[in-house]
């Protein structure tokens, strides 16, 4: 994508969002943390605190992060982040859904052209019977497609991770 390069809080926000949809842990926080102190000439204390936090007080540090935030970045990279979820296998299509569905409640007009609720859509029909597995099979299909591009988006160690 060509978007700027993301904000550490821009980041940050994103990875307390995939927390809440298990894409992201204390591990690759921490992973994160001492990748953006070593890039650093000068670790913040923020930094220290997500290098050093655990699972109860990450999210409270992540949202701590000071900097401007673009909801659409933190959005983009959040997809990304499902996207590299989906093909490590660590997020299946009801996974992606809830993320797809959760990012289209927020902000229905946001690109990427309601992916979420396409996907939400596909398989909720098979679930009540008038859709079958191939249907739901084409639409995460398409809504990986659309996603994977983010991927680019996220700093090399969340890409790893």
Not at 7 to 32: G, K, P, S
Not at 50 to 57: E, K
Request: glycine share 4%; charged share 15%; aromatic share 6%.
């Amino acid at each position: 994508m060509s978007d700027p390069t993301p904000t550490n809080a821009e980041v940050a926000r994103a990875l307390a969002l995939a927390m809440q949809h298990d894409l992201a842990d204390v591990h690759l926080i921490r992973l994160w943390a001492d990748s953006v102190i070593e890039s650093s000439s000068v670790a913040e204390p923020w930094m220290i605190d997500l290098s050093f936090c655990n699972a109860n007080d990450a999210a409270f540090h992540l949202r701590s992060v000071p900097g401007a935030v673009s909801n659409n970045i933190m959005q983009n990279l959040l997809f990304g982040l499902a996207a590299n979820a989906h093909q490590k296998g660590q997020v299946d299509a009801w996974g992606l859904r809830d993320i797809g569905w959760a990012a289209y409640v927020n902000d229905p007009e946001a690109p990427p052209d309601h992916w979420g609720l396409d996907l939400d859509l596909a398989i909720e029909t098979h679930i009540d019977g008038f859709a079958t597995i191939v249907d739901v099979d084409t639409a995460v299909a398409e809504a990986v497609q659309t996603i994977t591009p983010y991927i680019n988006a996220l700093p090399v160690v969340l890409r790893s991770g």
